[in-house]
């Protein structure tokens, strides 16, 4: 589909220029001085002749066919050009041009008047407002970036062209060298998700890294990123990460959720490895383009000084890498030649007076031991150490080494050219511990993720029948909340264990419930209007008898009238007391890009105090439902601590794939909270004691 945007055997150069200022004389000087094997068409109505090639006044007067037109008229002159590329059989377009959706609201007019005409005519269309493309197999360099990136295996997408421009500058300095390189600019066609699948199919491409602003069609996405991370890993960073739609929230999935979760749980969920900073994105790019993937998560650390070695297993430490001690086999090998003063249990140091040749004798001991799945290799630059010689040493060995070798050569002026010599025979060379750790773990982390078994889903038959009459009720009242006894009824249609609840209009009516379903009980004030019960003493545990109820009801119902005077009051719930479960909350948010997420966390009154939760995109699989209840920090407290009896985590991740189902059954849900789901131990199953949902038309 992209094949002409890449690899052309024609391109056309709509609005090239004369004048060496302009972005049409750059772009077309760009195709002529980089080598570019196809027909160059320089089009403009004023010259007969630009850079030594014939000029053509419009791209009809073009005698042979263009695969790859590359459009820099000004915006109001575009749709013309397209309307003759539609003529003239051309179906790829690069419009480098800007002035439309990024101007405002004429722009955007502008511009989804060409997306729909583009559309008509077959046509496929990079831009607009961009840099252009770079492919450097077929020496095609169709933007007006400075200079030709250096070949390598990095294929390269970009939605600001002035990040195109800084990543080119960097890798100029860094000797790396890209297969294919793409300014999106606006994405009115071609998204990173094509991109992201013909940098899958081509060959030179061995790591996909992007920069992001915000992804349109996320499920699209996380389906194409999926597949294309099963072969190739993926590397972005992505900007804007603060989260503004949090303010608005009414449930506390909504209050803790934000765009950036998403994000995060996108990308976790298809693969994609985040990059937290452009360092992290540089340093990924470096190891993921030049080191085989690692077998496993340990790493051995050889070091001629104590200080980076202790930095370093720091760093591991925080990581998912192990710091696996050496085994006996492998020490003794080194105790051969290393000094007595030297240390062989990982970080391996080597000490301060190393020479090259100790470095040398150390790694190939240590590149043979197969329980080491990584080698970081770290130098300060003594007195006793020629770097450039190790520097040589670690290239020599790396050749046969089947594992990923990272160095970091500590300091500046005694290094550089070490370092140099690393980046040239691609041996990925960091200034700081740290940095090669991040990009370790993340390597490990991507082999983990690749090598995960297909995932598996659950299908719950929820009555769905009798949620749509309940939410299609609601609508015709005109309302967005569920109240609690329309929320139960949401999930009994999805089986979801629920106390004994009665409401009662009257005092008389509460002690008879309580006396039914047996005491303890908890008791709840029912009321449309009150979002949070226990912020306003509408909630009461652990009641014991009779006369405990009648206080109970008589405090909370007065006690709502004078905080919230005009507060529907539909009675006091009297509830079945589910003694001694652990509190984790359940929700549902909707993102705009990405649709439903689930929220997972440590439950009850403080959730937002303590703001411990996971977020994944629904529909969840079993393994995301179990990586998000993992993930909270307080996972510990669930397992039983200080003697205490595991909670039946079972019940929690069958709770979290029921609630998956309704979000995907029930488009029309914005927000939901099932807070607390009350956890029982293990084999005992877990209760909802209150939820609620909201919803729109
Ligand atoms: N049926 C029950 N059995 C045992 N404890 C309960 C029960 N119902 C509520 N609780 C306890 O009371 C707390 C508050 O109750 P509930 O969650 O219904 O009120 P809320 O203030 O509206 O909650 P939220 O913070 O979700 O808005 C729960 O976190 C839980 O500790
Ligand atoms: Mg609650």
């Not at 990173?192 to 060959?203: F, W, Y």
């Amino acid at each position: 589909m992209l094949q002409h945007f890449f690899n052309p055997s024609s391109v056309a150069v709509v609005g090239a220029s004369q004048n060496p200022h302009k972005i049409g004389y750059e772009i077309l000087e760009n195709i002529i001085q980089y080598n570019f094997r196809g027909a160059v068409y320089p089009i403009n109505p004023k010259a007969d002749e630009i850079l030594g090639q014939k000029a053509y006044p419009d791209l009809m007067s073009v005698p042979g066919k263009i695969d790859l037109a590359v459009i820099v008229v000004p915006p109001a002159l575009v749709m013309d050009v397209v309307e003759q590329c539609g003529e003239k059989g051309v179906d790829s377009v690069i419009i480098i041009t800007a002035g439309f959706k990024e101007t405002g609201p004429k722009g955007s007019h502008l511009e989804e008047a060409l997306a729909v005409r583009a559309r008509a005519l077959g046509i496929h269309v990079v831009g607009p407002n961009c840099l252009g493309i770079i492919d450097t197999t077929s020496s095609l360099n169709a933007s007006f970036a400075e200079g030709m990136p250096l070949p390598g295996h990095i294929g390269f997408f970009s939605q600001s062209g002035a990040m195109c421009i800084a990543i080119l500058d960097w890798a100029f300095g860094q000797n790396i060298g890209f297969s294919r390189f793409v300014s999106l600019g606006n994405k009115m066609d071609i998204s990173e998700v094509e991109i992201m699948l013909s940098m899958e199919r081509d060959a030179n491409t061995r790591v996909i890294l992007g920069y992001s602003e915000s992804i349109d069609n996320g499920p699209h996405f996380m389906e194409a990123a999926r597949r294309v991370c099963q072969t190739k890993p993926i590397i972005i960073i992505k900007s804007g990460t603060t989260s503004a739609g949090a303010k608005a929230a009414s449930s506390h999935t909504g209050a803790l959720a934000g765009s950036d979760n998403a994000y995060t749980a996108a990308f976790k969920q298809s693969g994609v490895i985040r990059a937290k900073s452009m360092q992290d994105l540089f340093g990924y790019a470096m190891a993921f383009a030049t080191q085989p993937l690692p077998e496993g998560p340990s790493v051995a650390i050889v070091t001629n000084s104590g200080g980076p070695g202790i930095l370093a297993a720091d760093a591991c430490d925080r990581s998912s890498l192990h710091l696996t001690p050496i085994r006996k086999e492998t020490a003794d090998r080194l105790r051969e030649f290393l000094p007595p003063t030297a240390a062989v249990y990982n970080p391996v140091d080597i000490i301060g007076d190393a020479t090259e040749e100790r470095y040398e004798k150390t790694l190939e001991v240590i590149l043979q031991d197969d329980m080491l799945h990584s080698v970081l290799i770290l130098l300060a630059p003594t007195a006793a150490v020629d770097a450039e010689a190790v520097a040589y040493s670690i290239v020599k060995l790396a050749k046969n080494a089947d594992k990923p070798i990272i160095t970091v050569f500590m300091g500046e002026r005694g290094v550089r050219r070490a370092r140099r010599i690393l980046q040239d025979h691609s041996i990925p060379s960091y200034e700081y511990p740290e940095d090669a750790i991040s990009a370790m773990d993340a390597m490990a982390s991507y082999r983990r993720w690749r090598e995960k078994p297909p995932r598996q889903y659950r299908h719950f038959k929820g009555d769905t029948g009798k949620v749509r009459q309940i939410f299609s009720s609601i609508i015709k009242q005109h309302r967005h909340d569920l109240i609690e006894s329309e929320a139960r009824e949401v999930l009994r249609a999805y089986q979801f264990r629920l106390p004994e609840n009665r409401i009662a209009k009257t005092t008389k009516e509460a002690v008879l419930a309580a006396s039914e379903i047996g005491y303890p009980v908890v008791m709840k004030i029912a009321s449309p209007d009150v979002l949070h019960k226990s912020d306003m003493g509408g909630v009461r545990v652990g009641i014991e008898n009779d006369a405990q109820v009648e206080e109970a009801f008589f405090d909370m119902t007065s006690s709502i009238r004078l905080r919230q005077p005009d507060a529907r009051i539909l009675g006091v719930m009297v509830q079945e007391m589910i003694p001694q479960g652990k509190e984790v909350i359940l929700g549902i948010t909707r993102d705009m890009q990405f649709g439903p997420m689930i929220m997972f966390g440590l439950g009850g009154i403080y959730v937002e105090v303590l703001k411990d939760v996971s977020f994944r995109i629904a529909p969840l699989s079993v393994e995301s439902a179990d990586a998000m209840i993992r993930e909270i920090r307080s996972f510990p407290l669930l397992r039983g601590v200080r003697g205490e009896a595991p909670a039946d985590i079972e019940a929690i991740r069958d709770a979290l794939l029921r609630l998956s189902q309704i979000a995907i059954d029930f488009p029309e849900i914005i927000e939901a909270d099932i807070n607390p789901l009350l956890v029982c131990p293990e084999g005992q199953g877990a209760v909802a004691v209150d939820a609620r949902f909201t919803i729109h038309e």
